[in-house]
């Protein structure tokens, strides 16, 4: 798939992992299920890690676009 | 329920419980009777967490969307 | 009385009192006396606490929204 | 004076002393002289304080509102 | 003059002296030549300050509006 | 080429590698495949970087423009 | 020539070198060569400085406007 905008990306990894960090060295994981224009995110089976182990199995969840620095597929 | 916006998924879980956690490592836990497009929150039955214990029992809360991390059913 | 918005559960304790925590660990106690769609505040017989211990007794108060985390009655 | 909106506890006490509480443990203590709708503020007899000592003697001060934590005659 | 507004002051101070104090410890002070309505600021002959002493000479310096706690004369 | 606004720049290095420095002291390498008007960014290749060291491979990211200090190409 | 305006400054010293203070203590010097109404900039031949020398030798960059603190010719 083309890339021509950064949204473009999350699109094309729609029910697919990411690693989304937010600012305050906090990391989630998880299955991408829905995004909107703010970057707000919604990812199912998600866990929060640290150092990247896991740390809290959280399921679903709903992530502000506004704290989040990336998100990598 | 399809989750096609991050917003439906607060709407799928009014009047269950949800883990919110705020910027500054503040975590609450309460049952979510309502929110609104900034993503300020109103939980009830709520209670703050440190380290995943009961720190303070706070009832009927709002909660400021601007400084949300994330939301968690 | 039925909460929908956020919002109402500031309308529905007006003039009782609550306890405001803002960023940087920050707490204020007292009576609410109006709010506006900033969520800023006015607040009178107020007081800062530090530890759930009064730390200033500030009378009245007007309290800047942005700066806010959580209101709870 | 009856309080109904929070911006009219300034209007009611302009030209009174006020204390103002920033962001980062600052405060300032002056007569209010005039304001906004962003909360900018401007003192007169101004001093900034540090653990309720004056620190530094500012004379006239503009205080920009974004910093703000909170304002108390 | 009489101050109404709260950019007035700084209007009451063009080409003289103010100290500027900015979010993060910092202060600058210099003599005022233009502002405009985000608070913005230009400032000539101007030092970086540490504890009350002169850090670094600067001249000339557009100081963001967004990063000031406060303007004195 | 001929930069006459900021973000000319960014189009004059698309496809090439770039450095991303983010606020709280992260930095992202890898190659601009993408930008919009808020600077959110596409890299490929890219890697999270700690003292000019690779500490994660990213492949693919989306960057949010907020928290950017700069872009270097 | 006359500053009215703080982006006159900018305007002033457009192709000189010029340095740019950053949050967290970060500084930037190099030749300004685009700058628009955001502050975001663009310098050829930057460097990043620590303690007043040289850290990292940039070449060109943009610098988002957001986060700079001023910029001094």
Redesign the interface.
């Known amino acids: 798939m083309e890339?021509?905008?950064?949204?473009?990306?999350?699109n094309s990894v729609m029910n697919q992992p990411v690693?989304v960090?937010?600012?305050?060295?906090?990391q989630?994981r998880g299955i991408l299920?829905?995004?909107?224009q703010h970057?707000?995110?919604?990812l199912d089976e998600?866990d929060e890690l640290e150092n990247d182990e896991v740390k809290t199995k959280?399921?679903?969840?709903?992530?502000?676009?506004?704290?989040?620095?990336?998100?990598?597929?």
Chains 1, 2, 3, 4, 5, 6, 7 share one sequence.
């Open positions: 890339i021509t905008r950064p949204f473009d990306l999350l690693l960090r937010l600012k305050g060295n906090k989630l299920k829905a995004f909107d970057m707000n995110l919604v998600a959280l399921g679903k969840v709903i992530v502000r676009g506004d704290n989040i620095l990336y998100v990598s597929p």
